[in-house]
């Protein structure tokens, strides 16, 4: 069983910027396996936004945030971030961060995730 700590998020107007946490306080090491986030807004389904995962750092991104959300990583602290920069109104949503054992290969949607944060509001303001 992993357990996932969020915080962060909140209310920012456009163009902005916010940072999500992500931490597993039960893990000593989440190298070697795969942490994405993903986010749901409402009527909408869950769509993956980014993913770090390996020793290396691989970091992956979803289109509609590429170049303005970063991924990282603080291995001492089994945390995870996503920085979020020049937000849009359309990031508004919540944000979930997810993780699964290995790193392997990209993984994208949310069957592919077995334990969940407990999901923190982001709303951007036009």
């Known amino acids: 069983q992993v357990q996932l700590v969020q915080s962060g998020g909140g209310l920012v107007q456009a163009g902005g910027s916010l940072r999500l946490s992500c931490e597993a306080p039960?893990?000593?090491?989440?190298?070697?396996?795969?942490v994405a986030w993903f986010r749901q807004a409402p009527g909408r389904q869950r769509e993956f936004v980014s993913a770090?995962?390996?020793?290396?750092?691989?970091?992956d991104y979803a289109d509609s945030v590429q170049g303005r959300f970063a991924v990282s990583r603080d291995n001492a602290k089994s945390t995870v971030y996503l920085e979020m920069n020049r937000l849009k109104p359309e990031d508004t949503a919540v944000y979930h961060c997810?993780?699964?054992w290995g790193s392997g290969r990209f993984f994208n949607t949310p069957d592919d995730y077995a334990y969940w944060g407990q999901g923190t509001q982001v709303t951007v303001s036009s």
């Open positions: 770090i995962r390996g020793r290396g750092g691989t970091t």
């Open positions: 997810a993780f699964r």
């Open positions: 039960g893990r000593a090491s989440i190298e070697t396996d795969t």
